[in-house]
C-alpha cells in the first residue's frame, strides 16, 4: 500500500515530534508514506469559517496534488483530517462548488475529480495493516502501562469516519493487545477548547482542567492522543492549569505513535521523546526493564 | 427535499430581511444546510456543548431567534465566536442539523455586514492566518501567535514568556516561515476563489431597535 502523506504546518513546527514518530512507526512496519510534495496549509478551521470559497480551494489543492500521484491522502493532524474530509463532501455534494473550486485550480493547472480518500494514520494502522500484524512486530510489550486514550474532536466528528462518533475503540483495541492496561476514561471526546486557547484562555483552560482530572481520577500513567493541537494545550497550558486551580498536576501528554514507537522497539530519540515536557516514568520503567532483559538473554 | 413549514407570523424589517437573506445565502453552500428549518427545539445541542456556560445566547436558542426574526442580536453575540468546532451538538442533533456549519455562516454573515462582537478576538486571529497563508503557503505558529498578541495588545506576551522559554528548550520553536515553491500558484487559486466570494454590495440600513423582529400585523 502507498499513501501520500500530508504532514500540516503544525507537525513541521511546534510538532516535530509527532511528524518524527508517525514516520518511524511506518517505516518500521514496512508501509511506504511518501511525502506530499509542495503541499499548502489546508486553512484550517479558521479560514472554513470565514472565506468557504476559498477556503475550499485551498484545500482541495492538496488533494488534486495527491490525485496527481494516484494515492489516498493520509494526516495525522486532526484539523486537516477534518477541513480536507469536508472538502472533499462539499466538492461531492455540490455541483457549483466543484466547478468553482476547479475554475480556481484551473488557474495552477491542477484538476480535481473526487477520487482520492482521506485517512488518518490511527485508520491505516488499526484497519489497513491490522493489530494483529502490529501485534507480531512488537519488541517491548507494554504491561501494566495505563494510557487514557484521548481522540479529541476532530478526527471522529461530524461525520462518521473509521470509527464510531460516541464511542471509539480504535486505540484502546490498539494499546490493549500490546499489553496496556484499560482505563475508565469518559472524557476521551471532550473538547480541550482548541483555539480558543489563544483567543478565550479562561475557557480553554477550564476545559482542559478537567480532562486532566479525569485521567489522573482514574489513575492514568500519561495520556495518548491524536491531534497536535490537544498535545500543546493540555501539556503546554499544565503549568499555567495548576497556578489557576491550585491543582498538581504532571501527567505526560504523548502522541499515539511515540507510544506505539516504544513498543515496536524504536530509539527515543526517533520518537521525539525528549521533545516533551513530562516525562512518562512508567514507560521509562518499561524501557529500562526491557533492556536488562536483553542483557541477561545475551549474557545468558 | 425539505418543505417548507416556516409559517411567517409577521413582516420583517428592511435590515432584518436583508441579514436573514444573506444568512440563508451562506447556508446554501452546507450540504444539508436547510435543515435549520427542521429544530425541534429540544436543547441537545445545549446541553451537549462544552462552551455553553460561557456563551451569552446558547446554540438552541439562536435557532429560536433567527425563527424570531432577531438576526441581529444573533450576530452581535458572543455565542459564534466562542464555538470551538468540536462538533459534538452537529454530531446528536436528532433532526440533523449542521449546527457548527450553521455557525461558520453566521460569522461569515457577521462579517460580511461589519457586525462584529469584539469581546473574543477571533477574527483578528483570523485575519493574521490569511494573511500568512497567502504570504507563504504554509503556517508557523510562533509567528502566528505573536503577530496576533501585537494586534489585540502587546502587554499580553509577558503572559506567554514562560511558556516560550520552556519550549525553546525543549527544541519545539522555530521562527523561520517555511514558503511553498507553488506559492505564486496558490495565490492565483486564492485571487480567483475570492472572485466568486465578492460580496454584493447594497445600501445596508442602519440598526434601530424597532427594527429587530416580526412586525405583528394587526
Partial sequence: ?300 | MITEIEILPGILSERETILRNTFLDHTKIIPQGERIKLCIQCGTCTASCPLSYAMDITPRKLIALFRAGDMESILKSRTIWICASCYTCQTRCPSQIKVTDILYALKRTAMEKKILNTSIPTYALSQSFMKSIYKYGRLNEPRLIIKFIMKTGFWKIFNMIPLGIRMLKKNRIKFSAEKIKGITDLRKIMVKAETFDMPIEKEFPAYMPEAVGYKSIS
Fill in chain 1, 1 to 300: 500500500m502507498k499513501y501520500a502523506y500530508y504532514p500540516g504546518c503544525s507537525l513541521h513546527s511546534v510538532n516535530k515530534s509527532y511528524d518524527q514518530s508517525c514516520k518511524a512507526v511506518f517505516n518500521n512496519l514496512n508501509c511506504e508514506l511518501t511525502e506530499l510534495e509542495d503541499w499548502n496549509c489546508c486553512g484550517a478551521t479558521i479560514y472554513m469559517s470565514i472565506k468557504e470559497i476559498t477556503a475550499l480551494a485551498v484545500a482541495a489543492r492538496n488533494l488534486a496534488l495527491a490525485e496527481k500521484l494516484g494515492c489516498d491522502i493520509v494526516t495525522p493532524c486532526s484539523s486537516c483530517y477534518t477541513i480536507l474530509n469536508k472538502a472533499n463532501r462539499y466538492l461531492k455534494y455540490n455541483e457549483e462548488v466543484f466547478e468553482k473550486v476547479n475554475l480556481c485550480l484551473k488557474e495552477a493547472n491542477l484538476t480535481y475529480n473526487g477520487t482520492i480518500r482521506v485517512r488518518h494514520p490511527l485508520d491505516i494502522l488499526v484497519n489497513d495493516i491490522g493489530i494483529e500484524v502490529i501485534k507480531l512486530n512488537i519488541k517491548i510489550p507494554l504491561y501494566g502501562l495505563k494510557i487514557a486514550n484521548y481522540y479529541g474532536c476532530q478526527i471522529v466528528r461530524p461525520e462518521k469516519g473509521f470509527d464510531d462518533r460516541e464511542n471509539p475503540m480504535s486505540m484502546e483495541n490498539l494499546f490493549e493487545s500490546l499489553g496496556a492496561k484499560e482505563i475508565y476514561f469518559p472524557y476521551k471526546l471532550r473538547c480541550c477548547g482548541g483555539m480558543l486557547m489563544t483567543t478565550f484562555q479562561n475557557a480553554s483552560l477550564k476545559l482542559s482542567k478537567e480532562i486532566l482530572e479525569c485521567a489522573v481520577e482514574n489513575g492514568a500513567d500519561c495520556i495518548a492522543t491524536t491531534c497536535p493541537l490537544c498535545q500543546m494545550n493540555l501539556e503546554g497550558y499544565q503549568n499555567k492549569i495548576n497556578k489557576m486551580y491550585g491543582t498538581e498536576f504532571k501527567m505526560p501528554i504523548l502522541f499515539f505513535t511515540q507510544i506505539l514507537g516504544v513498543a515496536l522497539g524504536i530509539d527515543k530519540k526517533e520518537l521525539g521523546l525528549e521533545n516533551n515536557f513530562y516525562k512518562c516514568e512508567k514507560l521509562e520503567e518499561l524501557f529500562i526493564s526491557s533492556s536488562k532483559q536483553n542483557e541477561l538473554t545475551t549474557a545468558g
